[in-house]
T-cell receptor
Framework: GENVEQHPSTLSVQEGDSAVIKCTYSDSASNYFPWYKQELGKRPQLIIDIRSNVGEKKDQRIAVTLNKTAKHFSLHITETQPEDSAVYFCAAIYNDMRFGAGTRLTVKP | DAGVIQSPRHEVTEMGQEVTLRCKPISGHNSLFWYRQTMMRGLELLIYFNNNVPIDDSGMPEDRFSAKMPNASFSTLKIQPSEPRDSAVYFC?????????????FGPGTRLTVL
């Protein structure tokens, strides 16, 4: 089955800096890679996703890159703001679905 | 649209009792997912349904857990008998696609505490 590793587990940045979260996966058949943001006590919400036929996708301050050969994908947040503080989860999906352990991002004002 | 609806939002029960969690997916969505989230194990997929049929239940931890989807607008996750290690937040999510590779919309979750 799929195995997803996510790093770092915690990340603290100054407001305005960039944040990068990385995930690796094991199943080369995985072809869908969503990223979820979960604020304290709230539900996970999809912020961006990428499919295996695309190398990069951007939505305003958020971008995701995928390297299928190396089996890793990354979330990039630019110009971070305090409201970006949350736990971020990656996932790798085909028939099997696995989530990373999460990254707690803190953006200091 | 009201989004995915889950009930109850909080449940406190004693070990050995039966617990039933409920979920109403977004209207028109044909896939439904049950997840469990704990600090130790993170977010885990328990089971998912497509068109009311269970497709993959390999994540269901043991026979004490069962899930049903009698119609397109309702699903239940039952734990019988409950144990303290079942304490977690249980999320239901739905998707408009027939598989797993599309956007899932999560409900607010049910926080279960088993004493």
């Amino acid at each position: 089955g799929e195995n997803v590793e996510q790093h770092p587990s915690t990340l603290s940045v100054q407001e305005g800096d960039s944040a990068v979260i990385k995930c690796t996966y094991s199943d080369s058949a995985s072809n869908y890679f969503p990223w979820y943001k979960q604020e304290l006590g709230k539900r996970p919400q999809l912020i961006i996703d990428i499919r295996s036929n695309v190398g990069e996708k951007k939505d305003q301050r958020i971008a995701v890159t995928l390297n299928k050969t190396a089996k890793h994908f990354s979330l990039h947040i630019t110009e971070t703001q305090p409201e970006d503080s949350a736990v971020y989860f990656c996932a790798a999906i085909y028939n099997d679905m696995r989530f990373g352990a999460g990254t707690r991002l803190t953006v200091k004002p | 649209d009201a989004g995915v609806i889950q009930s109850p939002r909080h449940e406190v029960t004693e070990m050995g009792q039966e617990v039933t969690l409920r979920c109403k997916p977004i209207s028109g969505h044909n896939s439904l997912f049950w997840y469990r989230q704990t600090m130790m194990r993170g977010l885990e997929l328990l089971i998912y349904f497509n068109n009311n049929v269970p497709i993959d239940d390999s994540g269901m931890p043991e026979d004490r857990f069962s899930a049903k989807m009698p119609n397109a607008s309702f699903s239940t996750l039952k734990i019988q008998p409950s144990e303290p290690r079942d304490s977690a937040v249980y999320f239901c999510a739905s998707s408009s696609s027939s598989g797993t590779t599309d956007t899932q919309y999560f409900g607010p979750g049910t926080r279960l505490t088993v004493l």
